[in-house]
T-cell receptor
Framework: LAKTTQPISMDSYEGQEVNITCSHNNIATNDYITWYQQFPSQGPRFIIQGYKTKVTNEVASLFIPADRKSSTLSLPRVSLSDTAVYYCLVGDGGATNKLIFGTGTLLAVQP | KAGVTQTPRYLIKTRGQQVTLSCSPISGHRSVSWYQQTPGQGLQFLFEYFSETQRNKGNFPGRFSGRQFSNSRSEMNVSTLELGDSALYLC????????????FGSGTRLTVV
């Protein structure tokens, strides 16, 4: 599975757009990029998944450049309730079919 | 639809005892995975079951075991508990066709004293 690198922490204010970048230089052709959100003492929650270019859903956007060696999770107009740890995962599910979590990015949103 | 249900939510055990945790996946999900989360080691993969068969196993000692039943419900067991086994144990389920689109339960908080 491709190793991912994310910032350990980020700070933001309510109403701002937050972009969290994940580096995955060894991404394989069949790998997808998936982001999870986790609040304290809860299980991670699937946010968004993509393979290339841009994916958008009701909570976030995922930007993937042509070389796919990085990806950016964009959270529009964050609120206090978006304070959580965000994990970037890369893989094809396939034969391994297990999630390898890195340290994640702790996003702290302030009023 | 109902989410992934884990029971119990909290558990306190004594060193040397054993414990069994239960996970009921989302209806129709046949893949069930287990994870251990601690402040020091983060989220670590324990094992994954599909159609009652263990398909993958993480780097944990043999004291950690699991099984899956024909209705896809899964249990994990930890024998001879150690203080270091204190953690949040998370279960996740998915459809076979999903790539990392897992749904996690709220977990079982195990404290070993």
């Amino acid at each position: 599975l491709a190793k991912t690198t994310q910032p350990i922490s980020m700070d933001s204010y309510e109403g701002q757009e937050v972009n969290i970048t994940c580096s995955h230089n060894n991404i394989a052709t069949n790998d997808y990029i998936t982001w999870y959100q986790q609040f304290p003492s809860q299980g991670p929650r699937f946010i968004i998944q993509g393979y290339k270019t841009k994916v958008t859903n009701e909570v976030a956007s995922l930007f993937i450049p042509a070389d796919r060696k990085s990806s950016t999770l964009s959270l529009p107009r964050v609120s206090l309730s978006d304070t959580a740890v965000y994990y970037c995962l890369v893989g094809d599910g396939g034969a391994t079919n297990k999630l390898i979590f890195g340290t994640g990015t702790l996003l702290a949103v302030q009023p | 639809k109902a989410g992934v249900t884990q029971t119990p939510r909290y558990l306190i055990k004594t060193r040397g005892q054993q414990v069994t945790l239960s996970c009921s996946p989302i209806s129709g999900h046949r893949s069930v995975s287990w994870y251990q989360q601690t402040p020091g080691q983060g989220l670590q993969f324990l094992f994954e079951y599909f159609s009652e068969t263990q398909r993958n196993k993480g780097n944990f000692p043999g004291r950690f075991s699991g099984r899956q039943f024909s209705n896809s419900r899964s249990e994990m067991n930890v024998s001879t508990l150690e203080l270091g086994d204190s953690a949040l144990y998370l279960c996740a389920s998915s459809l076979p066709s999903e790539i990392y689109g897992y749904t996690f339960g709220s977990g079982t908080r195990l404290t070993v004293v």
